[in-house]
């Protein structure tokens, strides 16, 4: 099954400085021309830079080193600077450092240098003064910054699926999208992020993520608490998927509600709708209405399995995203777009 990369660990080694040239004047009918030796060339950064085209972590490789300076050269020509590293890491990159946040990449091209190169060394043109005509002394170049960061995907997906183990998240996004995830009949089958494309007729696209399921006591990292609710944090609008088939499905609903609100104050406020799934069952048809007496958000009945009613669920989230666009353009910001 293919899915995201959402943690990486990486170091990053800047370049290092090209060594100063060491070299003396020797032209033609030019007795003691002087030192020419030139200073050596810086070395390049290593500099992340985050991509509207990359969604995984997964290329990013586990090493980097900026490419060093050249050494000065005689007269007085200077190394050339080592080239820029660019490492592309999707939009929505959270860089750690010694459990510390140092970098938070949101917008596309923005970057973040990781590991500066090192500085050039200094010829022995550099060191001519009254007191010394004929300086031999040159520095070496110094080396590139090292450091060791953790990267941390936060999904910027629109839409994020938010329910219990087995309760139909995976099944939905394969009926709704071309994305594969695993689906079996036991707890916890997704233990990986994925994120399904749903296209539409005009070439927009909603993205629709599918995190492991949520468990009591998920804000307290139970289960794969956090792993859940980091993604959900950045989702733009929330579909909550029920089980009905199950006794009192609206509990099922408070509980999430809670564990969301309990991990970050005012994300179970987000524009949801309630997705009741497994309406092809004789068991979900008796609890549909009773579901719909106690909440008052809009519930979509629909079943990931048959196909049934899948169509309202797709023009549904396409409202949803559309009011999504709307309010991020009044607010003279770009949105997320796939």
């Not at 183990?165 to 594969?180: D, E, F, M, T």
């Not at 992020?193 to 990292?221: C, M, T």
Request: glycine fraction near 12%.
């Amino acid at each position: 099954t293919r899915y995201f990369v959402d943690h990486r660990k990486v170091r990053v080694v800047g370049g290092q400085g090209g060594g100063g040239g060491h070299s003396f004047c020797s032209e033609p009918r030019k007795i003691f021309g002087g030192p020419d030796g030139g200073n050596g060339g810086d070395g390049g950064h290593v500099i992340l830079k985050a991509d509207q085209q990359t969604k995984s972590l997964s290329s990013v490789l586990p090493f980097y080193q900026g490419f060093h300076g050249e050494r000065g050269g005689s007269k007085n020509c200077y190394g050339a600077n080592g080239a820029y590293m660019y490492v592309k890491v999707p939009v929505g990159t959270l860089v750690k450092e010694d459990g510390k946040v140092v970098a938070d990449l949101t917008q596309h091209g923005e970057e973040y240098v990781a590991a500066y190169g090192g500085a050039g060394g200094k010829g022995n043109r550099f060191f001519l003064s009254n007191e010394n005509r004929a300086p031999t002394l040159f520095t070496p170049g110094e080396p590139g910054q090292e450091r060791v960061l953790h990267l941390e995907l936060k999904t910027t997906a629109h839409a994020g699926l938010v329910g219990f183990p087995n309760a139909g998240k995976s099944s939905l996004l394969r009926a709704i999208s071309s994305a594969k995830p695993a689906v079996a009949a036991y707890p916890f089958t997704t233990l990986n992020p994925h994120v399904g494309v749903v296209r539409y007729q005009d070439y927009e696209q909603v993205a629709v993520a599918d995190i492991p399921g949520l468990i009591k006591g998920a804000h307290q990292n139970r289960g794969l608490g956090m792993a859940f609710l980091r993604h959900i944090e950045r989702c733009r609008f929330l579909l909550y998927v029920v089980d009905l088939s199950v006794s009192q499905p609206w509990i099922q609903l408070q509980d999430l509600k809670y564990e969301l609100e309990q991990y970050k104050k005012g994300l179970s406020e987000r524009p949801c709708v309630v997705i009741g799934n497994k309406i092809d069952l004789a068991q979900s048809r008796i609890n549909l209405p009773l579901l719909k007496e106690q909440i008052d958000d809009r519930v979509i009945a629909l079943s990931a399995l048959t196909g049934d009613n899948l169509e309202e669920l797709l023009l549904h989230l396409r409202e949803l995203y559309d009011a999504y666009v709307k309010t991020e353009q009044s607010r003279g910001r770009s949105p997320v777009k796939w």
